[in-house]
């Protein structure tokens, strides 16, 4: 197991740690650029239980820089020791300018770079990111934590009018083309011909017109739609469209729980 120590300027304090450190980031924001009167702050985070005082703990000057942030100082040399943080006492803060040894780990990227000092220049080719590296997590996080599941984005979708009409007609069974689908969504399109048969959904709907005119029938009322026209209904909550022109297209957005068609 990696065991590193640390030590103030006059030595006065000093401190070990067991074990990897977390992932270490060079801290480009005001707050760190000021407590460590440098470019920026080398930092890691580790487990509270990772961490011990070796001696001259009762050296150390405390100041809250932030809310629930807390820096602990040597009040002999003024050398920048350890972060705490009140709303998560489990960890502590390291800044690796103090350490003895190398960890084995090295330093991933940069943070909060929209604050950076003018007068420097990043050039080791590092990530760079304007404030946290994607959560603020990310910054707590410690060799012990479970690994992060690596969350990639989708590529962005996009689908003209003119291509999902293309997509169509309906699978058999279906009244609209779907054309997308994420999670609970299912995103399709109508374009209705003849009578309409539709019947209460079974989940919550939002239509954007798309194309045409049409009226729509909530069971009570009609009201004129018009291409950009909004309609939502709640699962189980009879509708239909009516009079609708032979160019008339209607995005649907099915979303949300299945409700068994039951009006709540
Ligand atoms: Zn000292
Ligand atoms: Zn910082």
């Not at 809250?64 to 943080?85: A, M, P, Q, W």
């Not at 779907?178 to 399109?189: D, E, N, Q, Y």
């Not at 909550?237 to 068994?260: I, K, L, N």
Request: overall charge neutral; some cysteine; glycine content about 10%.
């Amino acid at each position: 197991m990696q065991v590193l120590t640390g030590r103030c300027l006059c030595e006065g304090v000093a401190y070990e740690i067991r074990g990897e450190l977390g992932p270490i980031f060079n801290c480009h924001c005001s707050n760190c650029r000021r407590w460590h009167g440098a470019a920026f702050r080398t930092r890691a985070t580790i487990q509270a239980s990772q961490f011990s005082w070796i001696r001259g703990e009762e050296l150390l000057a405390r100041h809250h820089s932030s809310e629930f942030v807390v820096k602990h100082f040597c009040r002999v040399c003024g050398s920048n020791l350890i972060s705490t943080y009140d709303n998560d006492p489990a960890r502590i803060g390291i800044p690796l300018g103090g350490l003895d040894q190398a960890p084995t780990n090295r330093p991933e990227g940069h943070i909060w770079v929209g604050s950076k000092a003018p007068w420097y220049e990043i050039t080791d080719g590092l990530p760079e990111y304007e404030t946290w590296p994607g959560s603020h997590a990310k910054v707590r996080e410690t060799s012990s934590d479970p690994p992060r599941q690596v969350v990639t984005a989708p590529p962005a979708v996009h689908v003209g009018l003119a291509e999902a009409l293309r997509k169509g007609p309906p699978p058999g069974g279906n009244l609209a083309v779907p054309i997308f689908a994420r999670g609970s969504l299912v995103v399709a399109l109508y374009t209705p011909e003849g009578t309409y048969p539709q019947k209460p959904h079974t989940r919550d709907e939002v239509y954007l017109v798309a194309r045409g005119t049409a009226a729509f029938f909530d069971g009570e009322r009609r009201t004129a739609l018009e291409p950009g026209s909004f309609v939502f209904v709640a699962a189980g909550q009879p509708h239909r469209f009516e009079d609708f022109s032979s160019d008339f297209a209607t995005w649907v957005f099915s979303y949300g729980p299945e409700r068994g068609g039951s009006i709540p």
